[in-house]
């Protein structure tokens, strides 16, 4: 019998108040724009540092500066520049969401599929947000029923962290983000 393989899967949680516009740094023009957009203060903070730590994370998984990547979010639907975020001619898979005062990036590679959501519980039910968070991590995976659904640990009192991968093995690993993305800020 041979050794099963564990895929790499990990998810980088980073508080909202790390959004700095230091930032807008490591993004590109059209980023930058989809940042300026936001018509309130808390989600120009949660897209930037969204965009920011994805690029943080894809810098440091495929060693290259955070700022020269290519990052795609044109739809398949519609064509418009807000879907799923890519990353061109890599093997690198991620899936970025943020709520409240939380911001998460997942991340795996070679040919493995990730969709993360963190919703705040607010007024609603924790059973309603968390058939929520798996439906909403299970669509950003690609839906399927090869899908695993971790419920993780909750990145911040009264939220609610789930992956879906389809890396039936994978063990993910919750990783705090903000040390990745000060590291992209200086270059190391």
Same mark, same amino acid.
Request: charged share 5%; proline share 25%; no cysteine.
């Given at each position: 019998m041979r050794a099963q393989r564990? +895929? $790499?899967v990990t998810v980088f949680t980073i508080g909202l108040a790390a959004a700095d516009t230091g930032l807008l740094a490591l993004l590109d023009d059209r980023e930058r724009q989809r940042v300026t957009r936001c018509a309130r203060e808390a989600d120009r903070g949660r897209t930037l540092l969204g965009a920011a730590l994805l690029r943080a994370v894809a810098g440091a998984w495929l060693g290259v500066p955070a700022p020269t990547l290519t990052v795609d979010r044109t739809c398949s639907t519609c064509g418009g520049w $807000?879907?799923? =975020?890519?990353?061109p001619g890599t093997d690198l898979d991620v899936s970025v969401s943020h709520s409240g005062k939380v911001v998460t990036v997942a991340a795996v590679r070679a040919g493995g599929r990730v969709g993360v959501d963190v919703e705040r519980v607010h007024d609603r039910s924790m059973a309603d947000v968390t058939a929520w968070t798996i439906a909403e991590a299970r669509f950003k995976a690609g839906g399927g029923p090869n899908l695993t659904v971790h419920e993780l640990p909750p =990145? +911040?009192?009264g939220h609610v962290l789930t992956l879906a991968t389809n890396r039936r093995s994978a063990? =993910?690993?919750?990783l705090d983000g903000t040390a990745l993305l000060a590291q992209s800020l200086t270059g190391r």
């Open positions: 564990v +895929a $790499h $807000h879907g799923r =975020p890519t990353l =990145p +911040a009192p063990i =993910p690993q919750v």
